[in-house]
């Protein structure tokens, strides 16, 4: 039995080390996505259609000044103007992120950056 200790602290060692570098790296994935996207908007690109109820929008919301990216946000509950872009857009839900004028439904920080991105 003493024999097995070994094997199993060196597991568990392993499954933490592997843990530890898979969460790194993907906090270090979102900072740099983070980066990139926070680059390449200017004031103006990214707009997002909101409501008040939408927990996404509070996750996106968040990214967004997490990192730095200049964005608008309306709520369609609040603003007549919102609702009515909202409704033309024909989405079934929110966020709608408006990027350079073009409509993504939900939020990907991956699509915005695509989106900011010259063709090519």
Known sequence: MNASRPSLWGLLVLVLTVSAASQWW????QQS???QVAAAAAPGDIRMLSSDTCALCVVARGWLKEHQVPFTECSIERDAACLQLFEA???PGTPV????GQPQVGFSPQRVLQSLQPPG
Do not use: E, F, I, Y
């Not at 993907?26 to 994935?29: M, T």
């Not at 992120?97 to 350079?100: A, E, K, N, S, T």
């Open 97 to 100: 992120m408006l990027v350079r």
């Open 89 to 91: 857009t024909r989405s």
């Open 33 to 35: 996505l983070g980066q």
């Open 26 to 29: 993907a906090r270090h994935s």
